[in-house]
């Protein structure tokens, strides 16, 4: 959240900065390396994702790079689509124009209990002053 009142455009009062400012994540091409570089990189014992299955990542794919980090555990949640998904076969006359597409998606929750991943190499121990030293050995 930036706070920042920007400009915005059109009817979903898009931030117009977007166009310059892109993410990985919003792009169908860029999303699967970038999901797992985080994945990858994530120091927690548990990671909880949600994804929905008309994202750009199919939940199959979302499951097998969790699986890198432990055992997955999958919790769906249906839901009813947007409006538009059903009012948006009409045009401005209100004649019907198109055929509404299915009513609900589901939310898939993700759940991954694995070994944190440490930052200064699998290998190091901290002593008690904080500090790493590598394995003896």
Do not use: C
């Not at 009817?11 to 994540?25: Q, Y």
């Not at 898939?108 to 002593?127: I, N």
């Amino acid at each position: 959240m930036r706070w920042d009142r920007p400009e915005v455009y059109g009817v979903a009062m898009k931030r117009a900065d977007v166009r310059d400012r892109t993410s990985p994540f919003n792009r169908r091409g860029t999303i699967e390396a970038a999901f797992r570089a985080l994945v990858e990189a994530v120091r927690a014992r548990v990671l909880i994702v949600s994804f929905n299955d008309e994202g750009y990542l199919a939940p199959a794919t979302v499951r097998a790079i969790l699986a890198t980090r432990g055992e997955v555990r999958t919790i769906q949640v249906p839901h009813r689509r947007y409006v538009g998904a059903r009012i948006g076969i009409y045009n401005p006359r209100g004649e019907k124009v198109g055929v509404p597409g299915r009513g609900s998606n589901h939310e898939h929750l993700f759940v991954v209990e694995s070994e944190p991943r440490r930052r200064s190499g699998a290998g190091s121990r901290r002593t008690r002053a904080g500090r790493s030293r590598a394995p003896a050995g």
